[in-house]
């Protein structure tokens, strides 16, 4: 174990698992169906929802890789946040509506009203892969700090990650993952605070002096107003690659869609989506200014993978007991993720495949006993994911992995959901072939831009094949 983790932080750091465990485990109390398992009967409070809404988004990746992002760059990054915000407002009027007209279990589930079924399985195995691969980069990020805390090899320090994440997310349901969102935030906002206090007392001149210096090394920049498909933060990528990636990631993503689903109202849940954008705004300026401290502390020197950067700092700049607390808010961040991630898949693979074909849909109880089971199925595979990204993961930043992989088919679901909001005449065939030539499309041109550029792309290509190919397969006039 390292020597600058002490007794007392681990004694924080074991309380805190423990409890959050427990705890969410307790609450999954008296669920009888799978609306309880999965949507916590459509009566969670919009302020949980949006909360756990940002802990999922941005969870491990934003406490590591953020702060490195800054470490070695500027503040460029905080371009895409502006996307952001115009995605969220597109999906609060036109995506959400939708879902809620129908009473929906998950985002697919429009797809198959809209083009039938096997444009729902389709899209679904599409955000099962996608999850599946994003979210075992996101679990491995979270292995870092347990490495360096106990010496112990990335894979059994993500082993006893999974491990404490399935239990209160298998016994609990959607109602304890959103309720230990909602503390596991408040947890990593309050450890990046206490990283600011520590780096001011920690640098002579505090942060004036750490803002002067990074303003005189150009790393206070945040705007770049040139426009090159290879840079990853321009202004135009942030704008339009940002907005981009935000409708699809929260309009068409089970991840966060599902969450949406939870509230009692289109209302409330458009509240819960627009105000996550303002959260998600301001913490990543608080991160980000992490990493600048970061560099001024460390003096610019290079690190192996800039995700190590703040973790090492947790671990040598910190007093005993905040080191704990904040270690702590690094397994909270990436708990959130991960308990959201399984109970998303779980839930898709129960409503979109599991309950149709065995004639369950409209058996709660069924549903609810085999989403159970999917839960335990899905949090093997991403531990497994998480343990096979070790060896590639060397040179690379974590958040810009993950971010690349998910946004290598969200354009072809987000051009999909386009194709079932915004046109009638295509079928289900084109739908699929649009999806196919497009995420085909951008996966081959991957190289010849910049991760922002892919979800664009991708949807544009998507939705124009779509209408060309509704030409030929159209839309039953009967459905």
């Given at each position: 174990m390292s020597d600058a983790f002490t007794s007392l932080d681990l004694a924080v750091l074991v309380v805190y698992l423990l409890g959050t465990t427990a705890w969410?485990?307790?609450?999954?109390?008296?669920?009888?169906?799978?609306?309880?398992?999965?949507?916590?009967?459509?009566?969670?409070?919009?302020?949980?929802?949006?909360?756990?809404?940002?802990?999922?988004?941005t969870s491990t990746l934003t406490f590591?890789?953020?702060?490195?992002?800054?470490?070695v760059g500027s503040l460029?990054?905080?371009?895409?946040t502006i996307g952001y915000l115009v995605g969220r407002l597109v999906v609060a009027g036109v995506l959400l509506p939708a879902y809620y007209r129908g009473e929906l279990s998950t985002a697919y589930e429009l797809l198959g009203a809209r083009f039938g079924t096997g444009a729902r399985r389709f899209t679904s195995a599409v955000f099962m892969v996608t999850r599946l691969l994003a979210d075992s980069v996101r679990l491995f990020a979270t292995?870092?700090?347990?490495?360096?805390?106990?010496?112990?090899?990335?894979?059994?320090?993500?082993?006893?990650?999974?491990?404490?994440?399935?239990?209160?997310?298998?016994?609990?349901?959607i109602k304890a993952v959103v309720w230990v969102d909602t503390v596991q935030m408040s947890l990593y906002l309050l450890g990046a605070a206490a990283a600011m206090i520590a780096l001011q007392v920690a640098i002579p001149g505090g942060w004036g002096q750490i803002m002067s210096d990074a303003a005189a090394a150009g790393k206070t920049q945040w705007l770049d107003f040139s426009f090159d498909l290879n840079t990853p933060y321009t202004l135009w990528a942030g704008v339009i690659g940002g907005a981009f990636l935000s409708m699809a990631s929260h309009g068409t993503d089970q991840l966060i869609v599902q969450r949406l689903l939870t509230t009692k109202d289109l209302r409330a849940s458009q509240a819960a989506l627009v105000g996550s954008a303002f959260s998600v705004i301001l913490q990543f300026i608080l991160f980000l200014l992490v990493g600048l401290g970061l560099w001024a502390f460390y003096q610019g020197q290079p690190f192996e993978r800039s995700d190590e950067i703040?973790?090492?700092?947790?671990?040598?700049?910190?007093?005993?007991?905040?080191?704990g607390l904040l270690i702590a808010a690094v397994f909270a961040a990436a708990m959130s993720s991960l308990s959201s991630s399984i109970n998303s898949l779980a839930s898709a693979s129960a409503y979109d495949y599991w309950a149709p074909?065995?004639?369950?849909e409209d058996d709660d109880a069924r549903?609810?006993?085999?989403?159970?089971?999917?839960?335990?199925?899905?949090?093997?595979?991403?531990?497994a994911g998480a343990i096979i990204f070790i060896p590639?993961?060397?040179?690379?930043?974590?958040?810009?992995?993950?971010?690349?992989?998910?946004?290598?088919?969200?354009?072809?679901?987000?051009?999909?959901?386009?194709?079932?909001?915004?046109?009638?005449?295509?079928?289900?065939?084109?739908?699929?072939?649009?999806?196919?030539?497009?995420?085909?499309?951008?996966?081959?041109?991957?190289?010849?831009?910049?991760?922002?550029?892919?979800?664009?792309?991708?949807?544009?290509?998507?939705?124009?094949?779509?209408?060309?190919?509704?030409?030929?397969?159209?839309?039953?006039?009967?459905?």
């Open positions: 969410g485990a307790w609450m999954g109390r008296g669920q009888t169906s799978g609306s309880d398992y999965f949507l916590g009967s459509r009566s969670l409070p919009w302020p949980a929802v949006m909360l756990s809404v940002v802990a999922t988004e590591l890789s953020i702060p490195g992002v800054a470490y460029v990054f905080l371009q895409l292995a870092i700090p347990l490495a360096l805390i106990t010496g112990w090899p990335y894979s059994v320090s993500i082993g006893v990650i999974g491990a404490l994440t399935v239990v209160y997310t298998y016994f609990g349901g703040f973790a090492k700092f947790l671990l040598e700049g910190l007093p005993p007991g905040v080191t074909l065995a004639g369950a549903i609810l006993r085999a989403g159970k089971l999917f839960t335990l199925v899905w949090a093997g595979l991403l531990i590639l993961s060397r040179g690379t930043s974590a958040v810009e992995v993950g971010l690349g992989i998910a946004s290598l088919v969200y354009g072809g679901l987000l051009g999909a959901f386009g194709l079932g909001v915004l046109t009638k005449k295509p079928g289900q065939g084109a739908v699929i072939i649009g999806m196919v030539v497009g995420i085909g499309t951008v996966t081959l041109l991957r190289d010849q831009m910049a991760w922002p550029w892919y979800v664009p792309v991708g949807s544009i290509i998507t939705f124009v094949v779509g209408l060309l190919a509704g030409v030929v397969f159209k839309q039953p006039e009967t459905v």
